[in-house]
């Protein structure tokens, strides 16, 4: 998702200044937490981090991004959207999976990725990628293999399901699926694609496969 006419805006509000609190290690596959360091005109340097709680806030359910500046709120909003800060914007999306986009975007439109917290699943995801290279782009070609098939199993199904409403069955007639698995398979099958877009957007690599499989 590219910065321009396609981006969605969300209203963006003003954050009380609460401090941003400790990552924890239970937290791992439920909160999003990336970071970056940037200049002011001034020539000063502060901590741009967001926050992303996936499970949603707990006053009312809600999934918010929130901009924190040197530990302290700065602002919030929902998703997707985008913060101003010096020498551009961050720009924060999300898809059922994890995080779907967190990047600095300059004004020329040069972009770079949040740094995430090595606590994190992310965190740790990206350090294994940089200490075991080969062992990572094996895990990142399973994890899309897993996707794909989970899409090439559930599409057909759905379609059949679809074309038996009376309405589409009398105005282009009923398909068949070509795939007929036991229950059980299925559901794995459904388990594995889950597993592969939950990698992938640790990677923030999720796209439009990973929410038809999902």
């Not at 040197?70 to 602002?75: E, F, R």
């Not at 098939?149 to 069955?169: C, D, F, K, M, T």
Request: charge should be positive.
């Amino acid at each position: 998702m590219k910065a321009g006419k396609n981006w969605r805006n969300r209203r963006v509000r003003a954050g009380s200044g609460e401090p941003l609190r400790r990552y924890r290690w239970w937290q791992m596959f439920g909160r999003s937490l990336r970071s970056i360091t940037l200049r002011s005109a001034a020539g000063t340097t502060s901590t741009y981090t967001v926050d992303v709680r996936h499970a949603g806030d707990m006053t009312d359910g809600e999934i918010r991004a929130r901009l924190y500046v040197d530990g302290a709120l700065q602002s919030y909003a929902k998703m997707p959207t985008r913060f101003a800060v010096p020498g551009g914007h961050i720009e924060v999306a999300i898809t059922g999976f994890g995080l779907k986009r967190c990047h600095y975007v300059r004004a020329d439109g040069v972009e770079q990725q949040l740094s995430p917290d090595p606590r994190s699943a992310e965190g740790r995801r990206a350090r294994l990628h940089r200490r075991h290279p080969g062992v990572s782009r094996i895990i990142g070609f399973v994890s899309i293999a897993f996707v794909v098939v989970g899409l090439s199993v559930e599409v057909p199904q759905i379609i059949e399901a679809l074309s038996q409403i009376p309405l589409i069955a009398d105005s282009i007639g009923t398909f068949t699926s070509p795939v007929r698995l036991p229950l059980q398979v299925n559901l794995l099958i459904g388990l594995a694609a889950a597993l592969g877009s939950t990698e992938r957007a640790l990677r923030m690599r999720s796209s439009w496969i990973d929410d038809l499989a999902g």
